[in-house]
């Protein structure tokens, strides 16, 4: 087993359990807890105890998340599936979840991306498709990045002026 590779989670999520999810078309509860810990360490537990009441068994109830995630060819309605009633995702960790699985289609709903972006907090489906992702687009287009790296400047620069103020 090479550790390694989980000392730099994002390149392993985006290399390797992405490249897993669409061979096999699902991904493991190691693999999807991955994601969920790089997005929100903190989260772990509270999603693990809500996919458990779906299935007790953790394995199959990631599978069968993640299986019907693949299944739809919709971008859209990915991430409805992931905010259903039935599967319970927030935003913010549903879209990170996407986002490993599909970053050439999604982005992160983050609070530091947001707000650098200047945009009201949202809700729903329709207001990430509507607002949020063609914000970050634009902005990725603007300054020659793909979606990731887009993701990956907007919150860089936000923590960096959060870092500003506090040491001074």
Known sequence: MDYLKY????KYLFKEVNNRFHKNHYLTAEDFFCIVIWKANRAKTKIKNRLLKIDSNLQKSVKDLTSSIYQEKDTEDRLEIMLSK????SLPMATAILTVLYHKDISVYDVRVRAELKLKEIYTTEQYFDYFLPAVQKFAKSHKLNLR??????????FYEDLKRLVN
């Open 7 to 10: 000392y730099n989670l994002e």
């Open 86 to 89: 039935k599967w319970g995702f």
């Open 149 to 158: 790296n887009a993701d990956r400047y907007l919150w860089g620069k936000s």
